[in-house]
């Protein structure tokens, strides 16, 4: 059973930082393209950021400078620093595997986890 467990959401002040981790379990971590998105209230999910399994990342041009995606394929944990966040960054954050196979793609969500930016 593949599971995707983020944690590390929480009610943070403007300007201040926060560090989300994805768990992985029941895949081959190494060979998954990782990526976190956030669905903001009333709005669309959307990409924030994307690590390949070479450890390529990419960005929203919203965050770049802002955050940092890194993994580590030991612990087959993906993390998500986030900092000077403004009230903006406020959403649900999402853990996403993606590989492509020769026959088909396996894409994988967690359940999310809650960021909230306000004083």
């Known amino acids: 059973q593949v599971q995707l467990v983020e944690s590390g959401g929480d009610l943070v002040q403007p300007g201040g930082s926060l560090r989300l981790s994805c768990a992985a379990s029941g895949i081959n971590f190494n060979i998954y393209d990782m990526g976190w998105y956030r669905q903001a209230p009333g709005k669309q999910r959307e990409l924030v950021a994307t690590?390949?399994?070479?450890?390529?990342?990419n960005y929203v041009d919203s965050v770049k400078g802002q955050f940092t995606i890194s993994r580590d394929n030991a612990k087959s944990t993906v993390y998500l620093q986030m900092n000077s966040l403004k009230p903006e960054d406020t959403a649900v954050y999402y853990c996403n595997a993606v590989f492509r196979g020769i026959a088909r793609l396996y894409n994988y969500w967690g359940q999310g986890t809650q960021v909230t930016v306000s004083s």
């Open positions: 690590i390949t399994s070479g450890g390529s990342a």
